[in-house]
């Protein structure tokens, strides 16, 4: 079961599946079970050599069957090596296009490229294949993998909006700067270079949730067991507990958005929040720039940020 759920939290089971997720996986719930074992008493203690084995037994068996799977190509196994990248860019013809040339130049060597105007109505363009409100019915159609927005041309909240708006899609999304000169990153002298891209890791991706979580019940636990320790530090620390509590129940979150949220940005729903990334900063900050620093928390959003935040916050009088 340990390694079951270390491999489920370490995205082992996330479609496609990796071979280098389970294996990392197996890794840690090995590391968990050779601490148990450590505190179990001698008369308890089973030969190591089981856990030696079953690591390796498990490691080989998960990355055969995945292995098996890419090698027929399932699309559920398909490594980032094999997997074919079939784009959809969305913003201007001059950008859209620019964006579609360094994409055939590169090593990528994508399988479709789609061009898609950044107007939300209209005909498009000659060669362009939609519209931004067409774009659900394109990903399905296209069997699109990877949607690239122009910067200069998508402004970033629109961005978060059709993220939220298009979450079934199941899609990767990137952003392409606006600087033609910090796209190309040279790792090639035989080819102009890979496509430099700005990654949105949206709050609301399966993986990000799934630690999210995971990091509110260990920050819980760390807080109720060193409970006494942390009362030196924190304010109001029966709150502290109660909070703790809360949490690991699922009632709340660490950290959530900024209050009062603006609901015209439709971010990705979350817990309300005992802590937020404006928490450890000075107040009355105004409405725009909280606005702002929720809208990069849900783009940008990543496990160590909410840690930040929290330990910040919880050291901050």
């Known amino acids: 079961m340990i390694w079951l759920l270390s491999t489920y939290f370490t995205g082992g089971y996330d479609k496609p599946y990796s071979i280098a997720k389970a294996i990392l996986g197996v890794a840690f719930g090995s590391a968990v079970i050779l601490v148990l074992y450590a505190l179990l008493p001698e008369s308890l203690r089973f030969s190591r050599a089981l856990i030696l084995f079953g690591m390796i037994w498990l490691a080989l068996e998960m990355s055969i069957t995945r292995a098996i799977g890419i090698l027929m190509g399932n699309e559920n196994f398909q490594s980032k090596r094999t997997e074919k990248k079939r784009f959809l860019v969305i913003g201007s013809p001059e950008e859209t296009q620019r964006v ?35 774009v659900p019915d394109i990903i399905e159609i296209y069997k699109i993998t990877e949607v690239i927005f122009c910067s200069k041309d998508v402004p970033h909240q629109v961005i978060i909006d059709k993220m939220v708006d298009w979450h ?24 102009r270079g890979d496509l430099y891209t700005v990654d949105i890791k949206a709050i609301d991706t399966v993986a990000n949730r799934r630690n999210k979580r995971l990091f509110d019940v260990l920050m819980s636990l760390f807080s109720i067991v060193f ?3 942390l009362a030196l530090v924190v304010k109001q620390p029966v709150q502290f507990l109660k909070n703790a509590v809360f949490v690991l129940f699922g009632r709340r979150t660490w950290v959530g958005y900024c209050s009062p949220a603006d609901e015209s940005q439709k971010l990705p729903k979350i817990r ?46």
């Open 168 to 191: 079934a899609t199941n899609v990767d999304y990137k952003i392409a700067p606006e600087d033609s000169l910090s796209i190309i990153g040279s790792n090639s002298i035989n080819t």
């Open 227 to 229: 409970w006494l320790p």
């Open 100 to 134: 579609n040339s360094i994409l055939e130049s590169t090593s990528i060597k994508p399988d479709f490229i789609g061009l898609v105007s950044s107007e939300a109505q209209g005909e498009a363009p000659e060669g362009f294949i939609g519209n931004l409100s067409q």
């Open 272 to 317: 309300k929040g005992i802590y937020n990334p404006a928490s450890h900063l000075e107040k009355n900050i105004e409405a725009d720039v909280l606005n702002q620093m929720n809208l990069l928390y849900a783009r940008d959003y990543t496990v160590w940020k909410d840690a930040e935040i929290f330990f910040k916050s919880i050291m901050t009088k």
